[in-house]
C-alpha cells in the first residue's frame, strides 16, 4: 500500500523532490497507526492528506530603485484545514518554487496538530531576494505580493507568517497592504507583526526558544540537561540566535554558528550581543564577527561546514537538507549525544539513519521548531480577545507547549511500539489527531 501512495505522489508531483522526501518520512512511520485504524484506510485518509486543499501561483510584478521591472513568482499551498484556519509562513528566497513551499506546508499539518492548537497547515512564499534590496525595493514587492494574496486570507480562512526572508519589516508592509486593500484593521489576519500594532510579546524569539526548551526535554528524558554542555548552531538567523539566547540562558556553551559564506567558532561562547549588532542590524557576513570579536578569540572559516566542529549537542537551524550522512557520522564522532531540528527538515533520510543507529537523541523540526507556530497561534489568540500578554506570561505558555508536545511524542511512541522514537512519535501524534477530524467532518 506505501508503494502505490508513495507512486502516486511521485506521479502527481514530478520533480518536487523536498515534498517527495517528507511525504517518504511520514509513510515510513505511520503503519502501525493505519494497523491499528483501518478505517483510516478504508476512507482514504492518507490520499486525502497528501493533496493539498488548494494551490495558489501567481505573478509579483515590482520595480526596483532604477525603474527596472522585475517579475517573480508568489506560492501559497492551503494544504489542510481540517483543524482551524491554514497556518504557516512566507519564505523569500530565490530557491523557492512549488516543490519547497508544498513540503513545508506538509510538514506544518503535522506540526500543527501536535501543538495541540486550533490551526490547520499552508505555507507560501516567493523567489524574491531581500538580501541587498533597500527597503523601499522590499516595500514595493511586498506591496505587489498582497495585492494578490489578501483575497486568499482572512482571520478565519488563512493566516500566515514570517519564515526565512520574511521578517518584522516585510511582516509590516504585507499587513499595511492587506489593510489598504481591504479596510479593515484585521489583526488576526498575519502574525509576527510588530508589538506596536498587533504583534505578540516572544513570538521574534519563539521558535529558537522553543527548539532550546524542546531539546532540554529530550535531555532531562535521559537524566542529563545543556548545563556546560558544548553546543553548535547551524544559521545566525532568527531560530539560531534565539536558540542559542535560550541555550545559553540553560547552561550550554554555543561554541560555533554559520552562514551561507561559512562558519564561526568561538571558544569562549558565541558574544550573543556582538551576532545580533552583525546579522540583525548590519546584515553582514559572520567573517565581521571574528574581526569585531578579535581572531585570537573566534576563528572564521570561509565556505566551511560546521558540522566539523566537534559538540554534544547540534542544533541545525538554517536551512532543508544540511546535514548528510557523512556529518552525522561527523557529529558522532565528535561527541555528539543530541540534534534538535530548529529548521524544517535539515537532516537528510541518511543523516537520521546515522544519529538513530548511534543512539542520538534525534528531535524533528515538526517537534522541535513548533515553538514559533504556537506561539503565533497565541498572538491570534490575543488579537481576537484585543489582549496582550506580558513576556513572562507569554514565555510560560511556550515553554508549556513545547514541554507538552515532547510528552506527546514520546508517548506516542511508547504506545506504537517504538518507544524513544521522536520522529515516530511526532508524525503519528500530528497524524493522527488531522486523520480524526478528517473522519468526524466527513469527506472533505
Not at 484545514?81 to 508544498?102: A, C, D, M, Q
Request: charged share 25%.
Amino acid at each position: 500500500m506505501f508503494a502505490s501512495v508513495y507512486d502516486d505522489v511521485l506521479r502527481r508531483n514530478p520533480g518536487e523532490t523536498e515534498f517527495h522526501q517528507a511525504a517518504r518520512e511520514v509513510l515510513e512511520t505511520i503503519g502501525p497507526v493505519l494497523a491499528k485504524h483501518p478505517e483510516y484506510v478504508e476512507n482514504k485518509i492518507i490520499e486525502r492528506v497528501f493533496e493539498p486543499e488548494r494551490q495558489i501561483i501567481f505573478r509579483v510584478p515590482w520595480e526596483d530603485d532604477r525603474g527596472e521591472v522585475h517579475i517573480n513568482r508568489g506560492f501559497r499551498v492551503e494544504f489542510n484545514s481540517v483543524l482551524g484556519p491554514y497556518k504557516g509562513g512566507l519564505r523569500f528566497h530565490p530557491s523557492v518554487y512549488l516543490g519547497i513551499v508544498k513540503f513545508l506546508g506538509f510538514e506544518q499539518i503535522f506540526k500543527n496538530g501536535l501543538t495541540g492548537l486550533p490551526i490547520g497547515g499552508g505555507k507560501g512564499g516567493s523567489d524574491f531576494d531581500p538580501k541587498g534590496r533597500s527597503d523601499r525595493e522590499v516595500m514595493r514587492f511586498c506591496q505587489s505580493f498582497m495585492t494578490e494574496l489578501y483575497r486568499h486570507l482572512g482571520e478565519y480562512t488563512d493566516v500566515p507568517a514570517g519564515d526565512i526572508g520574511v521578517g518584522q519589516r516585510e511582516i509590516g508592509y504585507l499587513f499595511g497592504q492587506y489593510k489598504r486593500i481591504t479596510n479593515r484593521y484585521e489583526s488576526g489576519v498575519i502574525t509576527g507583526k510588530g508589538l506596536s500594532y498587533g504583534g505578540a510579546q516572544v513570538r521574534t524569539e519563539a521558535t529558537g526558544y522553543g527548539c532550546a526548551f524542546f531539546v532540554e526535554e529530550m535531555l532531562k528524558a535521559r537524566g542529563s540537561s545543556f548545563d556546560g554542555r558544548r553546543v553548535v548552531v547551524s544559521g545566525s538567523g532568527n531560530v539560531a540566535i534565539y536558540a542559542i539566547a535560550k541555550v545559553r540562558e540553560l547552561g550550554g556553551v554555543v561554541v560555533a554558528c554559520s552562514d551561507s559564506s561559512g562558519y564561526v567558532v568561538d571558544e569562549k561562547g558565541i558574544d550573543l550581543d556582538l551576532l545580533k549588532q552583525i546579522k540583525e542590524v548590519e546584515r553582514r557576513r559572520l567573517s565581521a564577527y571574528a574581526e569585531r570579536r578579535g581572531t585570537d578569540v573566534a576563528t572564521y572559516v570561509p565556505g566551511g561546514n560546521v558540522w566539523e566542529v566537534p559538540c554534544e549537542v547540534a542544533l541545525p537551524s538554517a536551512t532543508q537538507n544540511e546535514i548528510t550522512g557523512r556529518d552525522a557520522e561527523a557529529l558522532v564522532r565528535g561527541g555528539c549525544i543530541a540534534v534538535g531540528e530548529g529548521a524544517n527538515m535539515p537532516t537528510m533520510p541518511e543523516g537520521v539513519r546515522v544519529f538513530r543507529e548511534a543512539g542520538v537523541a534525534f528531535g524533528p523540526g515538526k517537534a522541535v521548531n513548533a515553538g514559533g507556530v504556537a506561539t503565533s497561534a497565541l498572538e491570534m489568540q490575543q488579537n481576537a480577545s484585543r489582549d496582550s500578554w506580558t513576556f513572562e506570561f507569554s514565555e510560560r505558555r511556550l515553554q508549556e507547549i513545547m514541554s507538552d508536545i515532547h510528552a506527546r511524542c514520546l508517548e506516542t511512541a511508547d504506545e506504537y511500539g517504538m518507544p524513544g522514537d521522536y520522529v515516530a512519535g511526532a508524525n503519528i501524534g500530528g497524524f493522527k489527531r488531522v486523520a480524526d477530524a478528517m473522519m468526524a467532518l466527513g469527506l472533505i
